[in-house]
């Protein structure tokens, strides 16, 4: 044998004790995912969509080297789905608009290359599906103004087992999913929980037309600003109107800012309910190469 095939048999069996001790860290993690399932137990939804985000942020934060960000966060992305499937049940109703197949992409990128999922025809049909349990997480198109059947209005109700927005996709930039600039939303019936980096939904119900200037007034009375308002309106149901409301930063529904936007809308509103909200996606400059690296 020659040096060169020496030194690199040497290398192999370095990469392969290494490949071994990944292997062994792994199912060390494995049990001790056993101890949280033994304490969630009892607990219908088991899905933590604020610390999965955290996660991804602290990885990606703390990394160095020449492993690429993007395909860590699929690795990562892959384990926390694996030890889902086997905390309970888990499944993705996914929504099939026009045969748009970036949903379904957006899907398997975020929730493992085998986990369950199913088509839905409509963003309703999904939300139903969440709501009971057919399915444990359901992607829907992002709100868009010009949708005039909007899946969201659908969730304005404080049943408990009504679906709440929990992330936006892609979480992970740079994805090869079919289809160019679309994203989508991740309902489940769980609340929000803060990461630092998020946004939080909201909706308003009136019996009259009040305006987005109106609502972007009351979030400012309650110390944050809005990032995107939308409007539903049905002439032939009162109350007739329903905005859904984009917030910068968390909106604790228990916290004092929750009150404050709601005395701020006055009178006008039927209901004002959460919606959930997310920890905002990553960035490029979250997956790019850490400074110094070549």
């Not at 993007?70 to 926390?80: A, N, P, Q, T, Y």
């Not at 304005?156 to 289809?179: C, E, H, W, Y």
Request: glycine content about 8%; aromatic content about 8%.
């Amino acid at each position: 044998m020659t040096d060169k095939k020496k030194a690199l048999a040497a290398v192999r069996e370095e990469i392969d004790a290494i490949d071994q001790q990944i292997q062994d860290l792994l199912i060390r993690r494995t049990e001790v995912v056993e101890k949280v399932r033994a304490i969630k137990e009892g607990e219908t939804v088991k899905i933590r969509p604020s610390r999965e985000a955290e996660m991804m942020y602290h990885i990606t934060a703390r990394h160095r080297g020449n492993f690429p960000k993007r395909e860590l966060c699929r690795i990562w992305r892959e384990i926390i789905v694996a030890t889902l499937s086997f905390e309970g049940p888990f499944s993705v109703a996914v929504v099939d608009v026009d045969g748009e197949p970036g949903y379904w992409d957006m899907a398997r990128d975020q929730y493992g290359s085998f986990t369950k999922m199913t088509r839905f025809s409509s963003g309703r049909a999904v939300v139903e599906a969440v709501r009971s349990q057919e399915a444990s997480v359901g992607i829907v198109p992002w709100p868009s103004r010009d949708d005039p059947d909007p899946w969201w209005r659908y969730m304005v109700s404080q049943s408990p087992d009504t679906p709440k927005v929990i992330a936006r996709l892609p979480f992970i930039p740079g994805s090869n999913m079919r289809g160019s600039g679309i994203e989508a939303a991740v309902i489940c019936p769980i609340e929000q929980e803060k990461t630092g980096r998020d946004r939080s939904m909201l909706a308003v119900e009136t019996d009259t037309e009040i305006g987005a200037r109106k609502i972007e007034d009351a979030l400012n009375s309650a110390g944050v600003s809005s990032a995107f308002i939308q409007n539903w309106h049905d002439p032939n149901r009162p109350p007739g109107w329903m905005y859904l409301v984009e917030a910068f930063g968390f909106v604790d529904p228990a916290g004092k800012q929750f009150p404050r936007f709601i005395d701020a809308i006055g009178k006008s509103a039927q209901r004002i309910i959460h919606l959930g909200g997310y920890g905002t996606p990553l960035g490029e400059r979250d997956v790019a190469p850490p400074e110094g690296d070549d």
